[in-house]
């Protein structure tokens, strides 16, 4: 049997390694055409917050330092110089010095200097003349006292307390610089970058169009002439385009794994990829009026959870079960399934149940009496889909529920007035990193803390592992405060979803990241195989 | 009543007079109509007694039977959640029927009340009422109900007022020409000769005179809410779920499964198309009986 | 003549004025403003800056104030600039036009060729198996909504041609164009052409039934003669009134395919404008078929008055 599997093992590595050499040397030209799902808002990546975004405007920009391309799994480990071509640490940890690359143009032509770094975080942080629309990520940068430069090519951050992360978040595809002399505004309609493409045009609900940088600063890149995002928003029609070739790559991370088991059914070549992708569906409960505000109630609707089915159910088996960060292997940072299994909720679903019809039965209510309340949440069909499962499942434990679909304009000015008592949410991470998703969610005050879940003595310890140098201590720090915080209910974990990629085979050099779908998007060395 | 003189029963005065043999004389002429008031029967019958004919519920879901291909058990299949086709498709007629009567009844007594003011008062009230059907008429259907759902939101009595209002202008202007006529009749006069105040000439005897109209216009606009509600919901507005909603079984998420479950695509679909298609056969055969002059 | 047709416009120029207000209210009424969509795709709302941008957009002034506004740019020939792409509205207006007119001119162009002449012969062949069938396929015609047409169409194309006529690019030539566009025309057109049929059968019968045709085939008129060269042409006109009509009604229909086939024409660019809360370019887009649908019924009216004179005197 191991002779076999060594054996096929074998044979794949030389199949791939002849492949490979097949393949052989990049070719240049062409264009690369990938459907898009939606209009996106703007193509300007500090002002937004979805990878409707990133992926089209990703490889307009480049970053101080970025996620290697070409390794899956974002880590510490991965990061590696863009324009910076060095950077180093202070030893108080509270100075990071970059060395910026020389002879770097924007596409107008004008130079790129350390003072462009400068504006980039000025504007982040609000300090510029010019202020963006709206500045989502700006409390990531909280952290950051000032930015010095010194001469042109030499940038200084200068932090409140050590922050290990602060570059990870800096390597994201989130965080490009951006000119000093181009107004936020511009960047919205008409953004110049350094980046391996220029931007061509843009027309809502039809195209957006990039054409190669002929003058960018790494040499002999990008292979491709241009890439072309035809927007198509029924999924459907995507997939048809895409079978009849009309695009050569699938929206990245859109496709479930029943459209997968279609494709591969039609365009066998077709080369698909599935993996998580960092976004977690979850449950904001309101703590703050009834019925929810009485912690055995919040306790009874975790323990009727059957995550399982929620899984197998709408991603038909793709998903994995996990508290707030992404679960491993893929997941640098999630807890380790032993671990899981622990906290109640997680457990076996027919014996939790049970539990939790005993709480309900005590508080009062049962079967001719059950509890009736609404979930409410967005009125798309990736919230509304799950929504419906959970609906099901609290019949289960006398809770009698009503879905409650909200405009998507009205979502988050329902869920700020505190006028909901479930609300069913999708969480994406830009990273995969303790931090962000600590701050962002739990942290006391957080714009983003949608249920005002605030615990002073976890809020210690998202400090204390935030300053940790060490990654094995920092992520027992982490498993500890991801455990607490399912405990508490703070915002129940249903899911993480898997979802896939496809291109044709003559597509090069593409590579998804497997615990984040912000960050691999500059296809400078995608190539074209035709 | 007795002055009431529609013209049915001048053309029918020398038929026999039972209600049956009436029925029964027009479903022969009619085999058409006759069609489309059976196909209506089981849409109403459906709708009513969606408990007793179902076996699962429309609304449970369930991982074991994700898709499945019609057959023994589910007889038209389950969809990605595992929730029975047959049963969301009956429920379902409860929810067309819903939304297709009452935004219908809405629209007709909007319809009547601004038709039989402008035909019946006329001078100023007829300029306003004719300025505001104008105005109705002239934004698309679909467009007016599309932003009277997203201002109301989603939910099954929005959707029907955002469904009456377009419905609106076509039985005004009907109802009004009708009064117009009317106004001018013999027994109008009479009526006013003896003493009667216009109000109640208008409710008692020009509204009445109007009914064979109004059904055959409702008959076939209860069609055509049926079909609004369909595209609205396939726009993401329209009833929410988890209701089972023929356009909402058809939208976005099942688009998606066109290819690999077309059952779940072509189901609900042949479920609207049907529906509406025994209305306007039934209100073909209806308008030729109450009134053969009032065409299209 | 002259004072009907002024009295004519006149009124025309208050309906428009009707529909600017109806439009404007129903906008302003429907919750949420550009201002929080902007915001909730950024996962929360940011009081502060959200009341910066709705003072830097206009919208924290008054309601009449900002109509006031909307209506004298519009006299001006002044769109403003679409909330969304921040370009002017016109220019995010104009070249759409013409990919839905070319789908809503050939979805007539088919409901006519079609509908016409079948409409014509199930009239010329009443109460013959011939017209029940007819009848029976026009009355499909007014009840398959026409998404659901258009997605089986997409199904039947895939199944049997492995080719998807969805539109990805602008189509190159005119052949091409006509390929791309016509499939959708015929699922929006179908309806149509039902109606047509419907109207042309029912017109037709009660042309034939009056006393020039009895006359015409009294003194031995061959019937192909009557039935086409006076019948039919006298029948056309409500025909052609209602084309006008289905015209406006015809955007119901184009939205929903235009979804279906991904055509980046205005109907469905509408409706995301509606989801977004682009006021400029939903009050701009709704006005302009507005103005398309009036003049239409406005010519009409006076080709009607033209060949009809009680009609001018009667009002």
Known sequence: MNTKLGALTLVTFAFATLMFAQAGEPKHGGILRIYHRETPPSLSIHEEATFSVNIPAMGLYNNLVVYDQHKPQNSMGTIVPELADSWSVSSDNLALTFRLHQGVRWHDGQPFTSKDVKCTFDLLQGKAKDKFRKNPRKDLFNNIVEVTTNGDFEVTLHLKRPQPSLIAMLASGYTPVYPCHVSPAQMRTNPIGTGPFKFVEFKQNESIKLAKNENYWKKGLPYLDGIEFTIISNRATAVLAFVAGKVDMTFPTEMTKALIADIKKQDATAICEIGPINVSTNLIVNRENPPFNNVEVRKAMALALDRKAFIDIIYQGAGDVGGTMLPPPEGVWGMPPELLKTIPGYGDVQKDREQARAIMTKLGYGSNNPLKIKVSTRNLATYRDPAVVLIDQLKTIYIDAELDPVESSQWFAKVARNDYSVGLNLTGNGIDDPDQAFYENYACGSERNYTHYCNKELEALFDKQSVETDVEKRKKMVWDIDKKLQEDVARPILLHARSGTCWKPYVKNMTIMSNSAYNGYRYEDVWLDK | ?296 | MGTYIIRRFFLMLLTLFGISLLIFTMLRLVPGNIADIVFNAAGMIDVAEKAKLEKELGLDRPIPVQYVEWVSGLARGDLGYSYVSEKPAIDEILPRIPITAKLAGLALLFAVTFGVPLGVISAVKQNTTLDYVLRVISLSGLSLPSFWLGLLILMAFVAYFGAIPIYTNPPKGFWNTLWLFSIPAMAVGFRSSALVMRLTRSSMLEVLRQDYIRTARAKGAPARTVNYRHALRNALLPVVTVIGIEAAFLMGGLIVTETVFNIPGVARFLVEAIRWRDYPIVQNLVMFVAVVAVSINFLIDLLYAVLDPRIRYAS
């Open chain 2, 1 to 296: 009543m007795s002055i009431i003189d529609l013209p049915v029963e001048t053309e029918t005065a020398d038929r026999p007079e039972s209600v049956w043999s009436k029925v029964r004389y027009h479903l022969g002429a009619h085999p058409l109509g006759a069609i489309g008031a059976a196909i209506m029967a089981v849409f109403v019958f459906c709708a009513v007694f969606a408990d007793f004919i179902t076996a699962y519920s429309p609304t449970a879901t369930d991982a074991a039977v994700r898709l499945l291909h019609p057959g023994a058990g589910h007889v038209l299949g389950t969809d990605q959640m595992g929730r029975d086709i047959f049963s969301r498709i009956i429920y379902g007629a409860r929810i067309s029927l819903a939304v297709g009567l009452g935004s219908t009844l809405l629209g007709s007594l909007f319809g009547v009340a601004l038709g039989l003011t402008s035909g019946y008062v006329g001078g100023w009230a007829d300029l306003v009422i004719q300025r505001i059907i104008d105005v109705l008429q002239s934004v698309p259907l679909l467009v007016l109900a599309l932003v009277m759902a997203a201002a109301l939101g989603p939910a099954l009595d929005n959707t029907i007022v955002a469904i009456s209002i377009p419905l609106i202008p076509y039985t005004a202007r009907v109802i009004r020409s009708n009064t117009l006529a009317l106004r001018e009749q013999p027994f109008v006069e009479a009526a006013r000769a003896v003493g009667m105040s216009e109000f109640r000439i208008a409710v008692r005897h020009v509204l009445p005179n109007t009914i064979a109209p109004l059904i055959v216009i409702a008959t076939a606009q209860l069609g055509a809410a049926i079909l609004t509600e369909a595209s609205l919901s396939f726009l993401g507005l329209g009833v929410p779920e988890p209701h089972p909603s023929w356009g909402r079984m058809l939208s976005e998420s099942a688009a998606e499964f066109v290819r690999t479950a077309p059952w779940l695509v072509i189901f609900p679909g042949v479920a609207i198309s049907l529906a509406v298609f025994g209305t306007n056969l039934f209100g073909d055969a209806l308008r030729d009986i109450l009134d053969p002059r009032l065409r299209d």
